[in-house]
């Protein structure tokens, strides 16, 4: 698939719609003409855009936003000319935008940034998203701690696989009980990740991983560009930590993607507005990822 046929799952209008009421498309059209509309297909460079009480943000609720284009050779003309176009019709209002982690080319970060940057913003904190680079990553990349922790796995019998959307409730049980040992609450709801997986399937997968038919590790991913998948959850069970599940679920989501010809897994960041979680960080290095930057940008329109 060529990238100019390709529209990421963040810049879709369903995706959009299902995300937020308030949220509206913004952009520039084939005509080189800025508008703001619902329709993505019209636009050949244009931002999802949430609209709240303390002003606009990009994303609407997704991992990363910014500009996304059709045509990468107009992006820096065109994003130009959007953000000049959002100044006349939001004047003065405050505009928020997490971009892209630097090692997604596809959307061209740091030309954005500067682009951005020209245009009055300014840096408010650097967070990392944590991928592998599947071209070259192999178990060999993790700590000697977790290829020992795979090899356990391995000797337990412990089993992975793609499972059909009828296990979503077992998958989400999983990763609730998970988050409430942390004295937290998922980020979605049981209702809203069927939604998700009801509009989207062809983005969203489920994996689920058993020993004797016990399940131990689950996983949601996500396509979120044309050459990444992104780990949107996982989480092991009491029952089997200390096999330490999510490090062969970590190898078996590696190899799917790369089986789907994606050239990243993205781990998610580690950081809480650009602080370090230094125990997410350790266990995002010690399976082998590399740090990413995103930048968060603001500006007044």
Sequence with gaps: MRMSDYTPLFWRTHYAEIQSNDS????????????????FSLYRTWMVINRNPEGLRSPCRA????????DIDALPSDLKN????????????????????????????LTQLRILSDLGATVDFVERSNFLPLEDWSLSNMSKGNRKKYRQWIE?????????????????????????????????????????????????SLYLGQINNENAVAAVVVQN?????????????????????????????AQSARE??????????????GVDIPGLVRFKTNLGAIPSDKYQISLTL
């Design 156 to 204: 337990s019998n412990g089993t992975i696989k793609n499972v059909g959307v009828n296990y979503i409730s077992d998958v989400y049980e999983i990763i609730r009980l998970n988050r409430l040992a942390l004295g937290v609450e998922p980020s979605i709801n049981l209702e809203g990740l069927q939604s998700l997986f009801s509009n989207f399937p062809a983005e969203y």
């Design 260 to 273: 789907k010809g994606r050239s990243f897994l993205d781990l998610g960041a580690a950081q809480i507005d």
């Design 24 to 39: 509206f498309l913004a952009g520039i059209d084939f005509l080189n003409n800025f508008s703001i509309g619902l329709d």
């Design 82 to 109: 959007l953000i000049l176009g959002l100044k006349t019709k939001f004047p003065a209002t405050h505009l928020e935008i997490l971009l892209p982690p630097t090692h997604l080319t596809e959307f061209d970060p």
């Design 225 to 253: 560009s044309l050459f990444q998948d992104y780990v949107f959850f996982w989480a092991d069970t009491l029952m089997f930590r200390h096999l330490s599940p999510v490090v062969a679920m970590c190898d078996f989501l």
């Design 63 to 70: 991992t990363f936003g910014g500009a996304f284009s059709r």
